[in-house]
């Protein structure tokens, strides 16, 4: 491979030293500039580009018997994985990039923090905050001197209001408890916990929704490993003991809640079933929802979870109605003893964090342990308020991250994409034989009412606006010098405008996501996809890029959020975003048996575990993805595939050749695009994880998996039939 390589790069080098000699210049695309596919181009972001490329592939791979070894076996031969953490990829990479911008933006120390115009008082108190709150964060020496005495504080108002006896709770007292965790907005919530989104029968209405949380290890398969219990119970007794200051007793606590736990994951809803619309969709009326689950007062937990002046008017939406029944039998016999260690908990692994080091130990150890990371991990300090900047004040720091990195015609040009991508859709959709006509114009409607919001929010809040956003952010108050007060107060903010806008509309055009985000996502209920300015770089999406790699990349990403409104889970939405067949039966027929195949196909798929076992994934579980995943390539494929034959010389559009890789075709090229974007080396822990509780397969299998089920890829490298990359019997939908 390293002679390979070298070759590759040598070719690079030649490239650079025809740049003195007057370069093709497509760093603009500026009118009148020449567009030949044949011409090699040498401007830096060509080159930059192409060694990216280069160096995360293994060129002496067949790409027909592994792609993801082809395009990313010299990322994995390059890249460590850090101490501190699961995985590298081009995700975790391009983060951290995004993390140094945003590290001047929010230190005011370096010297390159943004300046306010002189007047606007709006963005002066939006960086006084965000500012602030760095600050707070960084100070780790106040943070140290308070000691543990705020998580002390909170969880003592959770002992006060839920009194311990070997009895039942009280329904009344167990129903105040949890408002006061709904109303608190923790990220870990408890077994029973209300939410607002849109009404699955009126999706422009707001609804409250019942739904399930309450396990401390995420996914109710990690119960079923005893070594990682017998982990997760000395932490948490650790971490009482450093709350309480106690000895024995702590043990005995640990070990009721994790029992406990263990109780709550025995009846948890399959994810598979939480993700479907359908099996999701339980409409219940206080009244029914007291005969289901008579142990918890509904009306007394509605009242008490919502903010003074708001109303609950409609009947809240149920994930799981045999869950509150199962959960019902389990309260009746549970000590309120149980639960009130059990509560301390939840409240100590939320804020815990928010310590200083010394009283953190025990849970900074148990996850880097359970994801495979060295136990003695340091993250710098300045990463962690990074993130928690970003995370509570997102759309300020995002305001100043867009004027950075997101120029020009960026916003244009990625749109542009999406709607080819989409128009990709709308032909391929005309030429299926298995869609009937009533079930094909329902899906052209909804594809033509797709709302598309790229880069940032214009709307709830407008991140172009200082008083928007300062209007926005008004009620969370930031100090400089409380840190723990900060996290706390913004998790209580945070919750108090969720639940706000249960008597407003619902809000379409508000993207979901802050703009330095890197991801992208498609929202059913609203119909509409969220491309952040955090992915829209390098290696996702370039302006001055030739086509053929924007559209293998940020095209298939877009192809991809665009597939979600038509997998297993989207195609119950409408083109309003309301849960409502639409489909024929012999067409939802048709569907089903195409969707088992994707199931079987990657069922079949293993990864490595810690333990050194092959492990199969989850074919129904990660089916919406797969299907995204590779109806998502085949759309972008065929767009950009459109646009080369309608200007094959390349007069108009930018398919000129990279240095270094002129030797592969531009169809190969596209798919080498697709295949890089995923590269990720993993902890086999953390690999483990994934495959349990996330939706998404694994990268390998996100690239080979893509591979096999694709005529254009077999074609693209001449691959022959019955290659490991070219089966003869592959899986389509779209």
Not at 623 to 649: C, H, T, V, Y
Request: overall charge neutral.
């Amino acid at each position: 491979m390293v002679a390979a390589k070298l070759q590759f790069l040598m070719a690079i080098g030649v490239a650079l030293s025809v740049v003195q000699a007057g370069p093709v210049d497509y760093n603009h695309g500026s009118k009148g500039s020449s567009f030949n596919n044949k011409d090699i181009c040498t401007s830096p972001q060509c080159v930059l580009t192409a060694s990216g490329i280069i160096n995360d592939m293994d060129p002496t791979a067949d790409p027909c018997q592994d792609f993801s070894k082809f395009t990313c076996g010299g990322f994995d031969e390059q890249h460590e994985i850090p101490s501190d953490g699961s995985s590298i990829s081009h995700f975790d990479i391009l983060n951290e990039s995004n993390n140094r911008v945003l590290r001047y933006i929010v230190d005011a120390s370096l010297g390159k923090s943004p300046k306010a115009a002189p007047g606007d008082v709006a963005s002066q108190r939006n960086i006084k905050k965000l500012q602030d709150l760095f600050s707070s964060c960084m100070d780790e020496a106040s943070i140290l001197k308070a000691g543990r005495k705020p998580l002390v504080d909170e969880v003592q108002k959770i002992i006060q209001s839920f009194p311990a006896t070997a009895s039942p709770a009280n329904k009344a007292t167990l129903s105040k408890t949890l408002a006061q965790f709904t109303k608190l907005g923790f990220r870990l919530a408890t077994f029973i916990y209300l939410d607002v989104d849109s009404d699955s029968d009126n999706p422009l209405a707001n609804v409250l929704t019942v739904n399930e949380d309450g396990l401390g290890l995420g996914s109710p398969l990690g119960y079923e490993d005893a070594e990682l219990v017998k982990l997760y119970r000395d932490t948490a007794a650790a971490m009482f003991q450093i709350v309480f200051g106690e000895e024995d007793k702590w043990i005995d606590a640990a070990k009721e809640v994790v029992d406990f736990e263990i109780q709550l994951a025995g009846i948890a809803t399959p994810k598979v079933d939480l993700t479907d619309p359908i099996k999701s969709n339980n409409p219940r009326t206080v009244e029914q929802l007291a005969a289901l689950a008579p142990s918890v007062d509904w009306s007394v937990l509605i009242q008490e979870t919502l903010p003074t002046g708001v109303k609950n008017t409609r009947p809240l939406a149920v994930s799981s109605v045999g869950y509150l029944t199962k959960l019902d039998a389990i309260l009746n016999k549970t000590p309120s003893r149980t639960l009130q260690h059990y509560f301390s908990w939840i409240v100590i692994q939320n804020l815990a964090h928010n310590l200083g080091k010394p009283y953190t130990q025990p849970l900074d150890a148990f996850g880097s342990i359970s994801s495979g990371a060295s136990a003695n991990t340091m993250v710098e300090r300045w990463k962690t308020c990074v993130s928690v900047a970003n995370r509570n004040l997102g759309q300020v720091v995002g305001r100043y991250f867009v004027e950075q990195t997101f120029k020009g015609n960026s916003r244009k040009e990625v749109t542009s994409i999406i709607e080819n991508v989409l128009a990709s859709y709308g032909k391929t959709f005309l030429t299926l034989k298995w869609l009937d006509k009533i079930t094909r114009d329902g899906a052209i409607k909804k594809l033509k009412a797709i709302v598309q919001l790229v880069g940032y929010s214009t709307d709830a809040p407008d991140v172009a606006s200082s008083k928007a956003l300062d209007e926005y952010y008004r009620d969370y108050i930031v100090a400089s010098n409380d840190y723990f007060g900060n996290q706390f107060r913004y998790s209580v903010w945070l919750a108090t405008t969720t639940f706000s806008t249960l008597s407003l509309p619902a809000n379409k055009n508000s993207m979901s996501l802050v703009p330095s985000t890197v991801n992208a996502v498609y929202n059913p209920s609203s119909n509409s996809i969220n491309v952040p300015a955090g992915i829209l770089q390098l290696p996702f999406f370039n302006i001055d890029n030739p086509e053929y790699i924007n559209y293998g990349s940020m095209g298939v990403v877009s192809g991809h959020e665009i597939g979600h409104a038509f997998d297993n889970s989207g195609r119950h939405y409408d083109s309003t975003g309301r849960v409502a067949n639409w489909w024929t039966n012999s067409t939802s027929k048709a569907f089903d048996e195409k969707a088992q195949c994707f199931v079987n196909q990657y069922g079949n798929f293993t990864i490595k575990g810690p333990d050194g076992k092959d492990h199969n994934l989850d074919g129904q579980l990660t089916l919406g993805e797969n299907l995204a995943d590779n109806g998502g390539i085949k759309m972008a494929f065929r767009a950009w595939q459109s646009r080369a034959k309608s200007d094959p010389n390349g007069k108009k559009i930018k398919n000129f050749k990279l240095p270094g890789l002129d030797a592969y075709t531009p169809e190969q090229l596209f798919f080498i695009a697709y295949g890089r974007q995923w590269c990720n080396k993993m902890r086999p822990a953390a690999l483990l994880n994934q495959m349990m509780a996330d939706i998404h397969s694994p990268a390998k299998w996100r690239i080979n998996g893509v591979a096999q089920n694709s005529l254009d890829f077999a074609k693209a490298f001449k691959c022959k039939t019955g290659a490991p990359m070219n089966p003869v019997k592959k899986c389509e939908v779209w």
